[in-house]
């Protein structure tokens, strides 16, 4: 990027705040882990400017990615991008002009993206009005999740750690968004469970490795492969070319569409260019 269109570009905080930086109009800026001092978050025009809510009824939403990962200290999910997603799903989840959100940090979510969490609450969600907490010891109870519109449930790089939580969500009335790229399944630590009921989605494999013509390629960690993921611009109103594909360098999850009326709003796929094969990457489906 040149260093005149970089600085048109980049939002200047205080002298004694981070800088915050996202991908306006689809280039990049670099974020830092520590946030703070953030000032008003500007939106390029066409891209989420429009913050009304796209359904009428509550909606279940499943990102298997970590909008946050970062490798050699830049956003691995183009900053536009994850903006895009976050305030677009949020409109597909919860039919309420400015919802509460309550973000729930998994506590199984291990170290993988550690900063992704605060990523979606500081940066891609600063437009809306977000209660952040770990999740208690026990699991999310009924208690925890009243006088709330919309509930985002974030684990990075780890699959979900109790069955408590899954089972409040799937009780809970208002907006669920579960975001990470290991989310299509439960823990293997304990007693293992399915996210089928809550996601929609049949787990399959973790998705490190896509076999293509024979040739199997590794996706994990930044270090392989990458997928490609293309956000379906008739589902994503408002969308810019510089918005609508990316890459992801880190595993997402095989899965099988299977709940009737399950929506795939976006497909990964994996290895070199000449590989078809592909899979869901963020699907959204209304409640009954």
């Not at 974020?31 to 989420?48: D, P, R, W």
């Not at 611009?233 to 009737?260: C, H, L, M, Q, W």
């Amino acid at each position: 990027m040149k260093t005149g269109l970089r600085s048109k570009l980049m939002i200047f905080l205080s002298a004694t705040a981070v800088l915050i930086g996202f991908q306006n109009c689809g280039n990049d800026v670099a974020f830092t882990e520590k946030i703070s001092n953030l000032g008003s978050l500007g939106v390029c025009s066409g891209v989420s400017c429009d913050l009304t809510p796209l359904t009428a009824t509550p909606a279940v939403v499943t990102i298997l990615m970590a909008l946050g990962d970062q490798a050699n200290s830049q956003l691995v999910v183009k900053g536009a991008s994850a903006q895009l997603i976050a305030e677009t799903v949020v409109r597909y989840a919860s039919p309420e002009n400015d919802p509460k959100v309550l973000l729930v940090k998994d506590r199984a979510r291990g170290t993988e993206s550690a900063s992704d969490s605060d990523y979606a609450k500081d940066v891609l969600l600063a437009r809306y009005q977000v209660t952040q907490i770990e999740e208690p010891v026990g699991g999310l109870l009924d208690s925890d999740v009243s006088g709330y519109d919309l509930i985002w449930f974030n684990n990075p790089g780890t699959p979900m750690g109790l069955a408590v939580s899954r089972d409040t969500l799937i009780r809970f009335r208002g907006g669920v968004i579960m975001q990470g790229d290991d989310l299509a399944h439960g823990s293997t630590s304990g007693t293992a469970f399915s996210m089928e009921a809550l996601t929609g989605l049949r787990f399959i494999d973790n998705g490190t490795d896509v076999t293509c013509a024979g040739v199997k390629y590794n996706h994990n960690d930044n270090n392989g492969e990458k997928f490609r993921v293309s956000l379906d611009p008739t589902k994503i109103p408002g969308a810019n070319a510089a918005t609508i594909a990316f890459e992801y360098g880190n595993d997402i999850d095989t899965t099988e569409v299977s709940r009737p009326g399950l929506e795939v709003v976006a497909y990964a796929q994996g290895g070199p260019a000449a590989c078809t094969e592909k899979r869901p990457a963020i699907v959204r489906y209304l409640k009954n």
